[in-house]
């Protein structure tokens, strides 16, 4: 089955400093997707991106959060400066289609920590 | 807007129980709906999912789930639970016309005793 890969799978890191998390969609999927998900809290949507730019995003994802696409196969999720309640698990998603008639499949997961 | 709402937080059985989990939404357009299962330390996987059609779905490992339009719900059942079936269990449903989202209810954690 195809599959979506993450790196790295845990990262610790200080408050303040900046992050990139790493993502692989599977590769003829033109739809990409970041979730987080705190502990013992809900899945919560963050961004949403279509031909090279974000199509949707929610209020969670503000200026200290960028997405890219740099070379056609990884899509990144930065955080510029992070701070402690930005620890969570971090799921890339990827889509075929636009409509959900296809199955969006997650990565699974990068953990991070922020102390 | 659209949302989904999981009322069971924590549900814990026997092996060989009956499982029903619910799942409400709230809108009443047209109704995509999905059921998510997160087994320890993996990631999200797709159980089953409801586009049109048949309101009993089916899907992997034994999971099926009733669309009841009446009742806006879109309960998850399964006749005879396995301890392997141990995870969070997660309903969704597209946001907005374009359908570029889905968002999660709050999960229902599901703990099986063997």
């Known amino acids: 089955e195809p599959e979506v890969t993450q790196t790295p799978s845990h990262q610790v890191t200080q408050m303040g400093q900046e992050v990139i998390l790493r993502c692989v969609p599977i590769s003829n999927h033109l739809y990409f997707y970041w979730y987080r998900q705190i502990l013992g809290q809900k899945v919560e949507f963050l961004v949403s991106?279509?031909?090279?730019?974000?199509?949707?995003k929610s209020e969670i994802f503000d200026d200290q959060f960028s997405v890219e696409r740099p070379d056609g196969s990884n899509f990144t999720l930065k955080i510029r400066s992070t701070k402690l309640e930005d620890s969570a698990m971090y799921f890339c998603?990827?889509?075929?289609?636009?409509?959900?008639?296809?199955?969006?499949?997650f990565g699974e997961g990068s953990w991070l920590t922020v102390v | 807007a659209q949302s989904v709402s999981q009322h069971n937080h924590h549900v814990i059985l026997s092996e060989a129980a009956s499982l029903e989990l619910g799942c409400n939404y709230s809108?009443?357009?047209?109704?995509?709906l999905f059921w998510y299962v997160q087994y320890p330390g993996q990631h999200l996987q797709l159980l089953l999912k409801?586009?049109?059609?048949?309101?009993l779905v089916k899907g992997i490992k034994g999971f099926e789930a009733e669309f009841i339009k009446s009742k806006f719900s879109f309960n998850l059942r399964k006749p005879s639970v396995q301890w392997s079936d141990t995870a969070e269990y997660f309903c969704a449903v597209p946001l907005g016309s374009s359908a570029s989202k889905i968002i999660f209810g709050s999960g229902t954690r599901l703990s099986i005793r063997p």
């Open positions: 809108y009443g357009g047209t109704v995509n």
């Open positions: 409801y586009f049109s059609g048949d309101p």
């Open positions: 998603a990827s889509n075929g289609q636009r409509e959900f008639g296809n199955t969006i499949y």
């Open positions: 991106f279509y031909n090279n730019e974000i199509s949707e």
